[in-house]
């Protein structure tokens, strides 16, 4: 009964992370395609470290809403 309940334990945590790393992907696929340039073009051969920062912050908002919503 007890290891039971552990392998539930187990796998429902693996059902939400993966389900929240879905999430979090198609949020950043949204982010990308709702600005109206390549958010990875900027960042990355433009150098533009604003973005990069304002990217960084959405992405821990995001990982904070999705960690909290599905606890």
């Not at 552990?6 to 693996?14: A, K, R």
């Not at 949020?27 to 433009?46: A, D, N, V, Y």
Request: charged share 10%.
């Amino acid at each position: 009964m007890d290891s039971q309940l552990h392998i539930e334990y187990i796998v429902s945590s693996l059902v939400y992370g993966v389900l929240g790393f879905i999430l979090f992907i198609f949020s950043l696929w949204i982010m990308e395609k709702l600005t109206p340039f390549s958010l990875q073009k900027k960042i990355t051969e433009e150098a533009n470290i604003a973005l990069a920062i304002v990217v960084a912050a959405m992405i821990i908002a995001l990982g904070l809403i999705y960690s909290a919503a599905i606890q």
